[in-house]
């Protein structure tokens, strides 16, 4: 997981690649339909390799989960 990621550049990688959902802000939920967790998009481990598209993972250890599996969360407020 890249932590060094600046809130704007990591916004910018979500808008760029995400191509199910819009994101707004690093600070929005999403549901995990494989390991049923919630994160925001600061959570999300991004994986940059030079010369690579960046690489998105769930943030829950062990689950392998990418944009398909991840729902805009069911809150009732």
Not at 29 to 57: Q, S, V
Request: aromatic letters at 12%.
């Amino acid at each position: 997981m890249d932590t060094a990621l600046p809130d704007s550049r990591r916004l910018k990688l979500l808008q760029t690649y995400d191509p199910l959902k819009h994101w707004w802000s690093v600070t929005e939920m999403r549901f995990c339909k494989k390991c049923e967790h919630l994160f925001t998009g600061r959570d999300i481990r991004i994986l940059e390799e030079e010369n690579e598209e960046p690489k998105f993972h769930c943030p829950t250890f062990d689950c392998e989960a990418k944009f398909e599996d991840w729902e805009y969360p069911d809150l009732h407020l």
